[in-house]
């Protein structure tokens, strides 16, 4: 059987998904429900489709979604730099974690179209 602590992608955004939860905890309240709401979702769910993506061989239609739902995440993120709701540097963090989980992703799916 499949352990999670095999696959760097689950663990990348196990780690990038803590951090992601403490910064939408800390935005301000009127956004709490609207984007930070959405954002929260988001990122639980890449992390949902990544871990159902370890247990399956029917994984591409799994990591499609995750790189969809990493996209609009990037979208998210660029909206609360510009409103100001989280520092540059933060968004800077975050994009890379954002980009490199992407790749990751990426390289997965790549290795499952070899293999296909």
């Not at 871990?51 to 239609?61: D, F, L, M, N, S």
């Amino acid at each position: 059987m499949a352990k999670t602590t095999d696959y760097p992608l689950f663990e990348h955004w196990y780690r990038t998904m803590d951090w992601i939860l403490d910064r939408c905890d800390r935005m301000p309240k009127h956004i709490r429900f609207t984007v930070s709401g959405r954002m929260v979702a988001l990122t639980t769910e890449i992390a949902e489709w990544i871990a159902e993506a370890v247990y399956t061989k029917e994984r591409q239609q799994l990591l499609h979604g995750v790189n969809k739902n990493l996209e609009k995440l990037r979208l998210y993120f660029r909206l609360c730099k510009d409103r100001r709701y989280i520092s540059l540097s933060q968004y800077e963090y975050i994009s890379r974690e954002i980009n490199q989980a992407g790749k990751m992703c990426g390289g997965w799916l790549k290795n499952q179209n070899g293999h296909a």
